[in-house]
């Protein structure tokens, strides 16, 4: 006898699989709303697929249902999240269902949405859909992770990267490179799935970054710039000041130099001034606060030494990407050491493992 946990078959699991898989491609690219997958299949046969738009309309059921070219009577739908069933900016996806004749419909999980939330289940079952909930509702659940960081704390969901030598250093002043380019793509393929990327003015005056998206064809996806400047140190040659354009820059800063302010603000940059804490310190949950509410839903930290440890330490890094290359930096004239492995090691379980021949470098994902 099967228990209701291995009832669905698996056929069933790989289409969801399927829908998962479709849902993830456009992760991070759906603004406030979730990304979801849908499959269509007919006569065991895959007749439609959909994705959320980019920026989150129209929803994934409406593009499945209108991107088909056959006739959805009798076909069944599977569809990552719990299908919505209120007007929003667009139209209930329960009604768009009911009306294309699907009969059964697969969800993973329910929506958190309050207007959404489990009363989906009633309305199509009311209409003789057959409706059946919970398949891969682990791998959903991994899914919406960010979803449910956006809405429950109205925060952005946070993943910091950092890249470490064999000897432990992410900083030394005589070799710049740690990782490798095969490591670099990777790094390029976050900083186009977030939406506000987060460093310090520190790190920005002595590496000049360009912190852009540098995969061909992903260029116009790369995310907002955030830069943490206490003192508005930011120099006016980096390569971040000149390329300031419609509202791509954000500066948290608690300065009182109303010249350099006067002048970053005429560049075009938003400047946010903060108090700071009793130890001289910016309170990093503001921040993300303030973020949440400039849209910002996805935030990359690729922070130095202080923010990442600071950020650890209080708990607000949701995911950690480690880079650990086989490279030794030599610890002539100034170098940094990293310090929070062992912050990492107790409060985050290691979520995978990325390794090959060919990169060399190790990549670890940390999850809390
Ligand atoms: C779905 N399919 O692909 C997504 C859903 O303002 P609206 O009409 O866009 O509705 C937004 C809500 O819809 C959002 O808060 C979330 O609950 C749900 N997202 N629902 O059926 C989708 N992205
Ligand atoms: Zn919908």
Do not use: W
Request: aromatic share 8%; glycine share 4%; with cysteine.
């Amino acid at each position: 006898m099967s228990s209701k946990k291995d009832s669905f078959s698996s056929k069933d699991k790989s289409y969801m699989k399927l829908a998962i898989n479709l849902a993830r491609a456009r992760k991070g690219l759906t603004g406030e709303n979730p990304s979801v997958g849908c499959l269509i299949v007919k006569d065991d046969k895959i007749i439609s697929i959909g994705q959320t738009g980019y920026n989150g309309r129209p929803h994934a059921e409406s593009n499945a249902i209108n991107n088909s070219f056959q006739d959805l009577a009798g076909a069944k739908m599977y569809v990552t999240l719990e299908p919505c069933n209120h007007y929003g900016k667009t139209p209930p996806c329960t009604k768009s269902i009911i009306k294309s004749d699907i009969k059964e419909v697969f969800y993973s999980i329910n929506d958190i949405d309050n207007k959404v939330k489990g009363k989906s289940f009633k309305i199509l079952t009311k209409k003789n859909i057959k409706v059946r909930r919970g398949l891969l509702k682990n791998e959903a659940i991994d899914l919406y992770d960010s979803y449910v960081i956006n809405r429950k704390y109205k925060m952005p969901f946070v993943t910091a990267k950092i890249a470490v030598s064999k000897n432990k250093l992410i900083y030394s002043e005589k070799v710049k490179r740690i990782t490798n380019q095969t490591s670099d793509k990777l790094s390029h393929y976050l900083r186009f799935k977030n939406d506000g990327l987060m460093i310090s003015s520190n790190t920005l005056n002595i590496d000049n970054p360009k912190l852009n998206c540098r995969l061909s064809g992903y260029e116009k996806y790369s995310p907002k710039r955030i830069i943490l400047d206490k003192n508005l140190d930011i120099r006016m040659n980096t390569y971040i000041y000149k390329s300031v354009k419609n509202d791509n820059t954000i500066i948290f800063h608690n300065s009182s130099n109303h010249s350099k302010i006067k002048a970053l603000k005429k560049r075009g940059i938003n400047l946010i001034k903060l108090k700071l804490t009793t130890k001289k310190k910016f309170n990093f949950r503001t921040i993300l606060k303030k973020l949440f509410s400039l849209g910002i839903r996805n935030l990359l930290v690729e922070g130095g030494e202080k923010i990442t440890k600071n950020m650890l330490k209080n708990r607000l890094i949701n995911q950690f990407y480690l880079f650990e290359s086989l490279k030794t930096l030599p610890k002539t004239k100034k170098y940094v050491i990293f310090t929070s492995s062992n912050i990492l090691i107790r409060n985050y379980k290691v979520k995978s493992k990325i390794s090959s021949k060919l990169a060399k470098d190790k990549i670890t994902i940390y999850k809390r």
